[in-house]
């Protein structure tokens, strides 16, 4: 009688650490995928970063989280968008590398990456010599084109 509640016993513990083990494992994924979340999003409390804003006449396609690019290379994420209730624009504030210096005649535009990509924010550095203060406001700016609009203007034969 004894042998059989000490085989019992015994199977009891590698069930437990079994169990044990599944939920750690559980838990490294859960929170490996919160990581990336916080990375992809643009939520972070990195210090290593300044805010600029800009104002377009429309941000169709972009979203909280899209890339800020500099030459092709990403320097920044786009970290909110509301609109002004005074001049009907979408006010974007973007989070830029501390390293990265942006001129304060930089033009900043909606992009798309080619006909159907997603749209990001390109920055395109202009000649003067002083740079964008933190929490500086973008001076030039180029919302996003609507291309179905575009080509029934284009090919659409209206003589407006």
Do not use: C, W
């Not at 016993?9 to 838990?27: K, P, R």
């Not at 979340?37 to 804003?53: I, P, R």
């Not at 690019?69 to 006010?91: F, R």
């Amino acid at each position: 009688m004894r042998l059989g509640s000490l085989s019992k016993g015994l199977l009891g513990m590698a069930n437990n650490t079994s169990e044990t083990l599944i939920g750690a494992v559980v838990l490294a994924v859960a929170g490996s995928f919160l990581y990336y979340a916080t990375q992809v999003s643009g939520f972070s409390t990195d210090t290593n970063k300044y805010t600029l804003s800009a104002s377009f006449r429309s941000v169709s396609g972009l979203n909280v989280g899209s890339d800020v690019k500099l030459s092709g290379v990403k320097i920044g994420t786009l970290t909110s968008i509301t609109l002004d209730p005074d001049t009907y624009e979408a006010v974007t504030k973007v989070s830029i590398d501390n390293h990265v210096l942006i001129p304060d005649d930089a033009e900043i535009k909606v992009s798309t990456d080619g006909l159907l990509g997603g749209a990001f924010l390109e920055v395109t550095a202009g000649g003067s010599p002083f740079m964008l203060e933190p929490d500086g406001e973008f001076i030039y700016t180029q919302g996003s084109v609507d291309l179905l609009n575009l080509l029934l203007k284009f090919g659409g034969g209206d003589d407006e």
